[in-house]
């Protein structure tokens, strides 16, 4: 079993930046992908930026070139760098990741943009 458990969540002013850490945990044999969800208020889950098994990387067009997903093999850690922040990007967020081709959630972090 793996677990995926998200920190980092906070309240940033709108034009700042946060950074959101996952950590995997359990039986880890290999980390195929990390990435990031999110759900604002009254709205679907969204693809924010992940890996694909292709090797490239998938994002919303609405976090093109502010937000930054990052991963640290050797730890297990994957990130979400977001800058420049905008009151939309306000929602909860989920790491989710590929291992050994089994897809793992974690339980979300708020993330609360303020004007």
């Known amino acids: 079993q793996v677990q995926l458990v998200e920190s980092g969540a906070g309240l940033v002013q709108a034009g700042g930046s946060l950074r959101l850490s996952c950590a995997a945990t359990?039986?880890?044999?290999?980390?195929?992908?990390m990435g990031w969800y999110r759900q604002a208020p009254g709205k679907q889950r969204e693809l924010v930026e992940g890996?694909?098994?292709?090797?490239?990387?998938d994002y919303a067009d609405s976090v093109k070139g502010r937000f930054t997903i990052s991963r640290d093999n050797a730890k297990n850690m994957g990130y979400l760098q977001m800058n420049s922040q905008k009151l939309e990007d306000t929602g909860v967020y989920y790491c989710?990741?590929?291992?050994?081709?089994?897809?793992?959630w974690g339980q979300g972090t708020q993330v609360t943009v303020s004007s």
């Open positions: 989710t990741s590929k291992v050994d081709g089994w897809d793992y």
């Open positions: 359990g039986n880890i044999g290999r980390i195929n992908t």
């Open positions: 890996e694909t098994t292709f090797g490239n990387t």
